[in-house]
T-cell receptor
Framework: SQKIEQNSEALNIQEGKTATLTCNYT??????LQWYRQDPGRGPVFLLL?????KEKRKERLKVTFDTTLKQSLFHITASQPADSATYLC?????????FGTGTSLTVIP | GAGVSQSPSNKVTEKGKDVELRCDPI?????LYWYRQSLGQGLEFLIY????????KSGLPSDRFSAERTGGSVSTLTIQRTQQEDSAVYLC??????????????FGAGTRLSVL
């Protein structure tokens, strides 16, 4: 099975700065990796997907990288805003299942 | 159209009672997942349904847990003889498959189960 580690339980940054979240996994590299956002009392919401043959994927202020050699994905939010405050989860598929990290709680301070 | 709907949103029950949690997936989604999320923990896979195939039950923690999906749509997760350690948020997701085989999951808001 996969073990997924996401960096530090909580990350606080100043508004306007770039937030960088890390997702490390231990075993085989999946065909793709996903990032989700979860707000309190809500289910996760899909943000971005990156495939194993892609180094980088962008969507508006979001950027994801995928390094299968390091077994790591980085998730960046540029020009962060207080509305970006949430918990961010990475997810890796294996067979019929998805393994989710425990998430990184991001707080953007005005 | 509507997203994934779960009911009830909150359920308080006494230890030893049975509970049923319901999930209405997005119309047309053939895949459906149940997860459990305990406080401060990641999502724990419970069960997966895909069309008319036999479900993948490998994540169910004990035989007190069961799930069914009727007509390829609505799913019910049943927990018998609830224990306090069953207290958690139970999340349901349905998914659509992108070209290339990737699944995007759409989650409901979850059912928060509290076992007293």
């Amino acid at each position: 099975s996969q073990k997924i580690e996401q960096n530090s339980e909580a990350l606080n940054i100043q508004e306007g700065k770039t937030a960088t979240l890390t997702c490390n996994y231990t075993n085989y590299s999946p065909a793709y990796l996903q990032w989700y956002r979860q707000d309190p009392g809500r289910g996760p919401v899909f943000l971005l997907l990156i495939r194993e043959n892609e180094k980088e994927k962008r969507k508006e202020r979001l950027k994801v990288t995928f390094d299968t050699t390091l077994k790591q994905s980085l998730f960046h939010i540029t020009a962060s805003q207080p509305a970006d405050s949430a918990t961010y989860l990475c997810a890796l598929p294996t067979g019929n299942q998805f393994y989710f990290g425990t998430g990184t709680s991001l707080t953007v301070i005005p | 159209g509507a997203g994934v709907s779960q009911s009830p949103s909150n359920k308080v029950t006494e230890k030893g009672k049975d509970v049923e949690l319901r999930c209405d997936p997005i119309s047309g989604h053939t895949a459906l997942y149940w997860y459990r999320q305990s406080l401060g923990q990641g999502l724990e896979f419970l069960i997966y349904f895909q069309g008319n195939s036999a479900p993948d039950k490998s994540g169910l923690p004990s035989d007190r847990f069961s799930a069914e999906r009727t007509g390829g749509s609505v799913s019910t997760l049943t927990i018998q003889r609830t224990q306090q350690e069953d207290s958690a948020v139970y999340l349901c997701a349905s998914s659509s498959r992108l070209a290339g085989g990737a699944d995007i999951q759409y989650f409901g808001a979850g059912t928060r189960l509290s076992v007293l």
